[in-house]
């Protein structure tokens, strides 16, 4: 096969908020581009991009999947992405392997906030944009509404391309300004013909045609000055001025259309190839620098001779085909069947195949050279998010934060069959998903997955069962409460026995007392006189710490507390430390129990981004679950409440959440301390921690 140079690609993701037609218009480019012989449907599980069985059941994209069709001798690599909010980490990393972006917009449903989020990602990597509305077969007057949203929440001024072209009240294709031509579509088919305008269109085109012309000349000083004084501009000067703007992000284009119907992807087409920069082209403009072994920014040439190297951006295990590890190539060559050099994590592997990808359609390639996007087979110990390179000439590249988890559900395989299987295909899920997270809670012992938000918690589950038979039950995962003492006491702790020859004897006194919050646990021996030999005293620590694991008040670890053990009494012959700890654990509880015990709270930091409408509501909610509103702040025209609140009233807050701000809404949190719990909440928990058999272990 003949491979393409990196002058001649054109490596683009599409991304938008769920439900914009971006799966839809990746369907309908592969059908302009004779990749296909006819447009898949999402609704019925039928597109190239959505062929995951958990896409095919959601009617939906979610994960990001990488298409390559070629147009005008250009090789493209469209990557799909997906739109919802909790898997936005997977169209995040996408945007890490492309030189530019489609944005799909649709009239119906505006510019949400999982967009919003991403055009962040997008500003700061600098990717050049195109802007392509759709759903424009349906009856819509909201054009302008959406150029008015792009101003305000891109911050872009889009300069239409394209628009649509009707004809006795019938959709027949589109306008393309550039080119003053209608392109006319046959509807759901691949054919087109590019036909002379009518005079009604050529009104609409010529004036068009003249903005156009006037933001190609204001982006490129010559070609300003020739059109001010007069000059024609050529088709190649117009093209070279948009070129211009396109890559340095001052201009946004927008094409009309329809996915559904694939109407509109011809000027779209012609856009990525002819104003979207090639690899090359990107690293003059964009340049994406990597780190070297002395920590120095470095830049390798996108050229094919240059020392290789390469980001792996996704992860893919099938429990039959094994891994497959997307990566873009940033420089060199790397042949298929190599030992490469893995330089974030500092270790060698064999690479197995390499594979060009459309959808689940692998092609195996001898060789992928700079610019270019592949996939490659078995590697065993690299993850997303890795550099590989030529050992001689290492190089890390960055890679973005990915949103953090903030739900979580405590699961249980639903039988003893299952236990393997969950822990194993949890493990794999995590290589592929670097924003699910999965750990043993020490405290409750519990197994605890964490994820974006429901319905990626749902989509793990789903898979864990589709892909390796594991079932479990799910419940909301138990709060990790602490207790603490607020008081000093003193206690002594007793433990004689007497049982017919060796006898058993220990006694110690000890002092408790609070320390500051985070400090955790403190022993000192004060003991003077050998009233207990000095042996004898880690045996009393011992037992101290093993009496902390469940305090007195819930059967909660107890933290944040000094111990001195100071007096106590031994026996020459009974003595032993096996005696001297069992003294001390009675010792300790006794104390607890006469030093103001209380419980303590997983507090967190939480940040809410609603849009402003809602944000009223989001306050009251939060204040309504004993959180306590820090900060509040206009970020564009979202708005974002910081708030320290309780754990326990926040665990499932996604879907009130969703209810509150119509699905407009976000949160990301983390532990920030641990609070006492209020005196009327903290009774309740001690009551259901006594009926529970944590309580029951505990005592
Ligand atoms: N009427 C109409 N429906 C569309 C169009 N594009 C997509 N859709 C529908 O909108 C829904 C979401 O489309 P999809 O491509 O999955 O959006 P994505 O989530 O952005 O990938 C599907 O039911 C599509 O059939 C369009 O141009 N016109
Ligand atoms: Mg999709």
Same mark, same amino acid.
Not at 121 to 146: G, I, W
Not at 336 to 353: C, F, M, P, T, W
């Given at each position: 096969?003949?491979?393409?140079?990196?002058?001649?690609?054109?490596?683009?993701?599409?991304?938008?908020?769920?439900?914009?037609?971006?799966?839809?218009?990746?369907?309908?480019?592969?059908?302009?581009?004779?990749?296909?012989?006819?447009?898949?449907?999402?609704?019925?599980?039928?597109?190239?991009?959505?062929?995951?069985?958990?896409? /095919?059941?959601?009617?939906?994209?979610?994960?990001?999947?990488?298409?390559?069709?070629?147009?005008?001798?250009?090789?493209?690599?469209?990557?799909?992405?997906?739109?919802?909010?909790?898997?936005?980490?997977?169209?995040?990393?996408?945007?890490?392997?492309?030189?530019?972006?489609?944005?799909?917009?649709?009239?119906?449903?505006?510019?949400?906030?999982?967009?919003?989020?991403?055009?962040?990602?997008?500003?700061?990597?600098?990717?050049?944009?195109?802007?392509?509305?759709?759903?424009?077969?349906?009856?819509?007057?909201?054009?302008?509404?959406?150029?008015?949203?792009?101003?305000?929440?891109?911050?872009?001024?889009?300069?239409?391309?394209?628009?649509?072209?009707?004809?006795?009240?019938?959709?027949?294709?589109?306008?393309?300004?550039?080119?003053?031509?209608?392109?006319?579509?046959?509807?759901?088919?691949?054919?087109?013909?590019?036909?002379?305008?009518?005079?009604?269109?050529?009104?609409?085109?010529?004036?068009?045609?003249?903005?156009?012309?006037?933001?190609?000349?204001?982006?490129?000083?010559?070609?300003?000055?020739?059109?001010?004084?007069?000059?024609?501009?050529?088709?190649?000067?117009?093209?070279?001025? $948009?070129?211009?703007?396109?890559?340095?992000?001052?201009?946004?284009?927008?094409?009309?259309?329809?996915?559904?119907?694939?109407?509109?992807?011809?000027?779209?087409?012609?856009?990525?190839?002819?104003? $979207?920069?090639?690899?090359?082209?990107?690293?003059?403009?964009?340049?994406?620098?990597?780190?070297?072994?002395?920590? @120095?920014?470095?830049?390798?040439?996108?050229?094919?001779?240059?020392?290789?190297?390469?980001?792996?951006?996704?992860?893919?295990?099938?429990?039959?085909?094994?891994?497959?590890?997307?990566?873009?190539?940033?420089?060199?060559?790397?042949?298929?069947?190599?030992?490469?050099?893995?330089?974030?994590?500092?270790?060698?592997?064999?690479?197995?195949?390499?594979?060009?990808?459309?959808?689940?359609?692998?092609?195996?390639?001898?060789?992928?050279?700079?610019?270019?996007?592949?996939?490659?087979?078995?590697?065993?110990?690299?993850?997303?998010?890795?550099?590989?390179?030529?050992?001689?000439?290492?190089?890390?590249?960055?890679?973005?934060?990915?949103?953090?988890?903030?739900?979580?559900?405590?699961?249980?395989?639903?039988?003893?069959?299952?236990?393997?299987?969950?822990?194993?295909?949890?493990?794999?899920?995590?290589?592929?998903?670097?924003?699910?997270?999965?750990?043993?809670?020490?405290?409750?012992?519990?197994?605890?997955?964490?994820?974006?938000?429901?319905?990626?918690?749902?989509?793990?589950?789903?898979?864990?069962?589709?892909?390796?038979?594991?079932?479990?039950? /799910?419940?909301?995962?138990?709060?990790?409460?602490?207790?603490? /003492?607020?008081?000093?006491?003193?206690?002594?702790?007793?433990?004689?026995?007497?049982?017919?020859?060796?006898?058993?004897?220990?006694?110690?006194?000890?002092?408790?007392?609070?320390?500051?919050?985070?400090?955790?646990?403190?022993?000192?021996?004060?003991?003077?006189?050998?009233?207990?030999?000095?042996?004898? /005293?880690?045996?009393?620590?011992?037992?101290?710490?093993? @009496?902390?694991?469940?305090?007195? $008040?819930?059967?909660?670890?107890?933290?944040?507390?000094?111990?001195?053990?100071?007096?106590?009494?031994?026996?020459?012959?009974?003595?032993?430390?096996?005696?001297?700890?069992?003294?001390?654990?009675?010792?300790?509880?006794?104390?607890?129990?006469?030093?103001?015990?209380?419980?303590?709270?997983?507090?967190?930091?939480?940040?809410?981004?609603?849009?402003?409408?809602?944000?009223?509501?989001?306050?009251?909610?939060?204040?309504?679950?004993?959180?306590?509103?820090?900060?509040?702040?206009?970020?564009?025209?979202?708005?974002?409440?910081?708030?320290?609140?309780?754990?326990?009233?926040?665990?499932?807050?996604?879907?009130?959440?969703?209810?509150?701000?119509?699905?407009?809404?976000?949160?990301?949190?983390?532990?920030?301390?641990?609070?006492?719990?209020?005196?009327?909440?903290?009774?309740?928990?001690?009551?259901?921690?006594?009926?529970?058999?944590?309580?029951?272990?505990?005592?």
């Amino acid at each position: 096969m003949n491979e393409p140079g990196a002058r001649s690609l054109r490596n683009v993701a599409v991304i938008a908020n769920r439900g914009a037609g971006k799966t839809s218009l990746a369907e309908a480019i592969l059908l302009t581009t004779g990749v296909i012989p006819a447009l898949g449907s999402v609704m019925q599980g039928t597109t190239v991009s959505d062929f995951e069985p958990e896409e /095919i059941h959601h009617r939906s994209s979610v994960s990001t999947c990488l298409l390559r069709c070629s147009w005008n001798h250009t090789t493209i690599n469209l990557l799909d992405t997906p739109g919802a909010l909790s898997l936005l980490g997977e169209a995040i990393t996408a945007l890490q392997a492309v030189d530019a972006v489609i944005v799909v917009l649709n009239p119906a449903s505006g510019i949400r906030s999982e967009l919003l989020r991403l055009w962040s990602h997008v500003k700061a990597l600098r990717l050049p944009c195109l802007l392509f509305v759709n759903e424009l077969d349906k009856e819509s007057e909201s054009m302008e509404e959406l150029s008015a949203a792009c101003r305000r929440d891109l911050e872009v001024t889009p300069l239409p391309m394209s628009s649509v072209l009707k004809e006795g009240g019938q959709w027949i294709g589109v306008l393309d300004f550039v080119n003053q031509a209608a392109i006319h579509s046959r509807h759901d088919t691949a054919k087109w013909q590019q036909q002379p305008l009518s005079a009604d269109a050529e009104a609409t085109a010529s004036e068009a045609r003249k903005r156009i012309h006037e933001a190609a000349a204001e982006c490129d000083d010559q070609l300003l000055e020739q059109y001010l004084s007069g000059g024609e501009l050529s088709q190649a000067d117009v093209l070279r001025g $948009l070129r211009a703007g396109v890559r340095a992000g001052t201009l946004v284009p927008l094409y009309a259309g329809s996915a559904l119907k694939n109407v509109g992807t011809v000027p779209l087409l012609n856009a990525i190839v002819d104003l $979207l920069p090639s690899p090359v082209e990107r690293m003059q403009s964009q340049p994406v620098t990597g780190q070297d072994v002395e920590g @120095a920014q470095v830049t390798r040439a996108m050229t094919p001779e240059a020392p290789f190297s390469g980001v792996i951006f996704k992860t893919i295990i099938d429990p039959f085909v094994g891994r497959l590890s997307y990566m873009r190539m940033w420089s060199g060559t790397l042949q298929a069947d190599s030992l490469v050099y893995n330089a974030s994590r500092k270790i060698k592997e064999k690479s197995g195949h390499l594979y060009q990808l459309l959808g689940k359609k692998h092609t195996a390639v001898s060789a992928a050279a700079a610019g270019d996007i592949v996939a490659i087979g078995k590697l065993k110990d690299t993850q997303t998010g890795d550099t590989l390179c030529d050992e001689s000439h290492p190089i890390v590249y960055s890679w973005p934060n990915l949103p953090k988890p903030v739900l979580s559900f405590a699961i249980e395989p639903k039988s003893s069959a299952d236990i393997d299987k969950v822990s194993l295909g949890l493990h794999k899920l995590i290589e592929e998903d670097c924003t699910l997270g999965f750990t043993r809670n020490a405290d409750t012992k519990e197994m605890v997955l964490s994820g974006t938000g429901q319905l990626h918690l749902d989509l793990a589950l789903e898979k864990l069962h589709r892909k390796y038979g594991a079932e479990v039950v /799910i419940h909301t995962p138990k709060i990790p409460y602490r207790e603490t /003492i607020r008081a000093t006491a003193q206690a002594q702790g007793k433990y004689k026995k007497q049982t017919g020859g060796h006898g058993q004897y220990g006694d110690c006194w000890l002092e408790l007392a609070p320390s500051s919050r985070g400090e955790g646990f403190a022993f000192a021996n004060r003991v003077v006189g050998g009233v207990i030999p000095r042996n004898f /005293i880690p045996a009393v620590e011992k037992g101290v710490v093993e @009496a902390m694991q469940h305090g007195t $008040l819930a059967g909660f670890p107890v933290v944040d507390v000094k111990v001195a053990v100071y007096d106590g009494s031994y026996h020459v012959v009974d003595s032993s430390e096996m005696s001297f700890k069992i003294a001390a654990s009675m010792a300790f509880k006794k104390a607890m129990e006469m030093a103001h015990p209380v419980l303590l709270e997983p507090m967190m930091t939480v940040e809410v981004e609603a849009p402003a409408a809602h944000i009223g509501a989001v306050i009251g909610d939060l204040n309504a679950r004993r959180g306590r509103i820090l900060h509040v702040e206009a970020r564009g025209h979202a708005e974002i409440v910081k708030a320290l609140v309780p754990l326990s009233e926040i665990m499932t807050y996604t879907t009130t959440l969703n209810s509150l701000t119509g699905g407009g809404g976000s949160y990301v949190m983390e532990l920030a301390r641990y609070d006492e719990v209020p005196r009327e909440v903290a009774a309740k928990i001690v009551e259901e921690a006594k009926t529970s058999k944590h309580a029951v272990a505990a005592h």
